[in-house]
């Protein structure tokens, strides 16, 4: 019992200003995050801390985050960790540091990061730098460009607001839905997130949305990537930093900590899918993401049992999958900090603001949270169950991978040939907008007669083509058409190839 973990405090900062006069460095946020956690626990010493984790910061990356910011805060603790990037990554720290306490080698955790890219483009608009604590020339900030196939990247489908569509479209097809149907379920799922973001004081955005609002493309909300709008996407133009306090339940009651203001960690489950996505065995489903959810699930009940949720939202596919494994009706409320493109999206570091929320929540009332974050393009998966009381029986587990069994679940992966030419239909596909919302191109990737994958471009002249994929009561996945070689090397696919 005296190694329960439990969590004491959560801090948050959110920074709405462009001004570098006034704006904080990452560091800085952190540190403030921080204190904010030791004030929210009823002033416990951060001198006590024997692990600390930063989740990787890309705004403006340092030569050793922790040790310097240990250093801003006069400790000196014995684990200094610095996060692998991934959305998912606040979470499994704060189910490790649960661990580590578990068994005895650690008493008092935190985890912390920031972001500051509102601050950062400002400066760079003004061709200026912010005086700040100098950046690590040497940091390598990893992204979809650089592990993501040549073709890909050539086809601007190597970031996540190009790549989820992917999923979306593919997904729509499979559950029956028509293009229409399914962006009325995300805008009315985000209109939600939207609502909870209102009545946060720490979300970037304080307004409300309706549906149409967030679905209907103007000169304030263009397409981005078919058939995500500015508002389905996430929003990382943010300077917000949040930071979580773990203990053991001797330590907390050693230092004073009341009663009701723990949280207790009841279990949790991770997997990962392969990291280029053109590896993944479909896109309509993600059996990483079915396993993770459906294990806690079985460790703690029925959904009911969750009174608080927060469903990664950087785009809506990824919580409109969720809300099926889970059951949940289309008006659940997936987010309890507001949603990543309301909330703000500081990067990597968006569960750990989620976390702070659901533990203001669980504070409130007896009640049980489940914390799912999702990091890469739908690639890692980690879930932690919360709670406002211990939990039954120890449901902590060191072996909480469930990758055997999301292994088990995926089917085949096709054999991706870029070189195919010849008839193809959709598997699914994406059509990408300039800033001023017109079409650039359209991208599909493709299934061979014979079953292989391809990826191949849709020439925004080939206006039948174009139409077809944008065509908002009939999903063209599992059109036919022909891939040709276009003039630059790069594969070309239209409908009007297709010999009758």
């Not at 405090?9 to 709405?16: A, D, L, P």
């Not at 601007?156 to 097809?173: G, H, I, L, M, S």
């Amino acid at each position: 019992m005296d190694r329960t973990p439990v969590i004491v405090g959560v801090g948050e900062v959110t920074q709405r200003t462009r001004n570098l006069a006034e704006a904080d460095e990452p560091l800085v946020l952190m540190e403030r995050a921080l204190r904010a956690c030791a004030a929210d626990a009823g002033g416990v010493p951060l001198g006590a801390l024997d692990a600390l984790d930063v989740v990787a910061e890309y705004s403006w990356p340092y030569v050793d985050a922790p040790g310097q910011l240990a250093q801003r805060l006069g400790m000196k603790p014995a684990r200094q960790a610095y996060g692998v990037a991934g959305g998912e990554s606040p979470v499994r720290f704060m189910h490790e540091a649960a661990l580590r306490i578990r068994r005895g080698e650690s008493e008092v955790a935190a985890i912390v990061g920031a972001e500051a890219n509102y601050a950062v483009a400002a400066a760079e608009r003004e061709n200026t730098a912010p005086p700040w604590s100098p950046k690590d020339a040497k940091a390598k900030l990893i992204r979809g460009v650089d592990y993501l196939h040549p073709l890909a990247v050539k086809l601007d489908v190597a970031k996540p607001a190009t790549v989820y569509p992917f999923f979306e479209n593919a997904a729509q097809a499979a559950w029956g839905q028509t293009p229409r149907q399914a962006q009325e379920e995300s805008a009315r799922l985000w209109a939600i997130c939207s609502g909870v973001a209102v009545r946060n004081p720490y979300a970037w955005k304080q307004q409300a949305y309706s549906p149409e609002e967030i679905s209907q493309a103007t000169a304030e909300n263009r397409l981005v990537a078919w058939p995500y709008t500015m508002r389905m996407v996430a929003n990382p133009m943010v300077n917000q930093g949040a930071a979580v306090l773990m203990m053991s339940l001797r330590k907390a009651r050693e230092l004073g900590v009341p009663a009701h203001r723990l949280v207790y960690p009841w279990c949790g489950s991770a997997a990962d899918e392969p990291m280029d996505y053109l590896q993944r065995d479909r896109f309509h489903r993600c059996a990483v993401q079915e396993a993770v959810l459906e294990d806690v699930l079985g460790r703690v009940g029925h959904t009911g049992h969750f009174n608080l949720m927060e469903l990664y939202s950087c785009f809506p596919v990824v919580p409109k999958m969720a809300r099926r494994t889970l059951a949940l009706s289309t008006d659940a409320v997936i987010s309890v900090a507001g949603g990543l493109s309301f909330f703000g999206a500081p990067l990597n570091n968006y569960m750990t603001h989620a976390a702070a929320a659901v533990v203001r929540g669980l504070r409130e009332r007896d009640a049980t949270a489940l914390l799912y974050g999702q990091g890469g393009y739908m690639t890692r998966h980690h879930a932690l169950v919360l709670a406002s009381r211990p939990a039954p029986f120890n449901m902590l587990d060191d072996h909480y991978s469930v990758q055997a069994e999301a292994d088990r679940r995926r089917g085949p992966v096709p054999v991706l040939d870029i070189a195919y030419r010849g008839p193809a239909e959709i598997e699914t596909f994406t059509v990408l907008f300039d800033r001023e919302g017109a079409p650039t191109h359209g991208v599909v990737i493709l299934r061979s007669p014979a079953g292989i994958r391809t990826m191949a471009r849709v020439d925004r002249s080939d206006a039948a083509t174009m139409n077809a994929l944008m065509d908002m009561d009939v999903s063209p996945v599992g059109l036919a058409g022909c891939i040709t070689g276009d003039a630059d090397g790069v594969p070309a696919w239209s409908l009007a190839e297709v010999t009758v």
